[in-house]
């Protein structure tokens, strides 16, 4: 099924990835936000990824139709100018209610594959937290990272020992992932945003909580 437009320009896309959609195609196979580059492509050659999702995190994906355009998203991927916003279950509930997370990454490869580790060696990595909700020992947590290392949230969050419910790789596995990249900003003349919608995975491992009736920032 082609992925929802949540914004959309000549230049500019901005998709609402669903979970299990890789960005890439991968050497297994299966389906990739790739297979619908012909179905968006505006000229000779693109589109082309601004930036990636994990396969397993649903939300907010740019995409530039222009190259221009992803040149432009790149220095701002760069410059740390684009804001972005993940929403993500966790269990338990962290003793206060914000918080800055700053522990550096590295990728550590086994022969069982590899995972993103806490390492002092590592490249630097930062993500602030604030508590959004919290219903029968869970709690929403509203993540904006600094930095953007691979599985960086994933990891912060189960270091803090708050693993994001259903992550298999850095807590325990369940019935999908419950992060979600809710709000990209992107720092255009005139700015460009846009939200993505809550799916029924957080919904569900956060049942007495009211989505629609939470402010997107």
């Not at 000779?44 to 998203?73: E, N, S, Y």
């Not at 966790?90 to 550590?108: D, E, Y």
């Not at 930095?147 to 298999?168: F, K, N, S, Y």
């Amino acid at each position: 099924m082609l992925p929802a437009i949540l914004y959309q320009s000549n230049h500019l896309l901005i998709i609402d990835k669903p979970s299990g959609l890789a960005c890439h195609a991968g050497p297994r196979g299966g389906a990739s936000v790739e297979d619908f580059f012909p179905q968006w492509r505006r000229g000779h050659d693109g589109p082309w990824l601004a930036h990636r999702l994990d396969a397993d995190t649903a939300g907010c994906l740019a995409i530039a139709r222009r190259k221009t355009t992803l040149v432009a998203l790149q220095a701002a991927f760069a410059a740390h100018t684009v804001h972005k916003t993940y929403w993500a279950v966790v269990q338990g509930m962290p003793r206060a209610s914000h918080g800055t997370m700053a522990a550096p990454l590295r990728k550590r490869t086994a022969p069982a594959g590899w995972r993103i580790v806490v390492d002092p060696k590592g490249q630097p990595a930062i993500s602030e937290w604030r508590v959004r909700a919290t219903s029968d020992g869970r709690t929403l947590l509203e993540l904006s990272p600094r930095t953007g290392r691979t599985h960086q949230l994933r990891v912060h969050c189960a270091e803090m020992g708050h693993p994001i419910v259903g992550d298999a790789l850095y807590g325990k596995a369940g019935k999908g992932l419950c992060l979600l990249a809710r709000r990209l900003v992107l720092p255009f003349d005139p700015m460009v945003s846009a939200v993505a919608p809550v799916p029924d995975t957080l919904r569900a491992a956060l049942s007495g909580v009211d989505f629609d009736r939470l402010e997107t920032c």
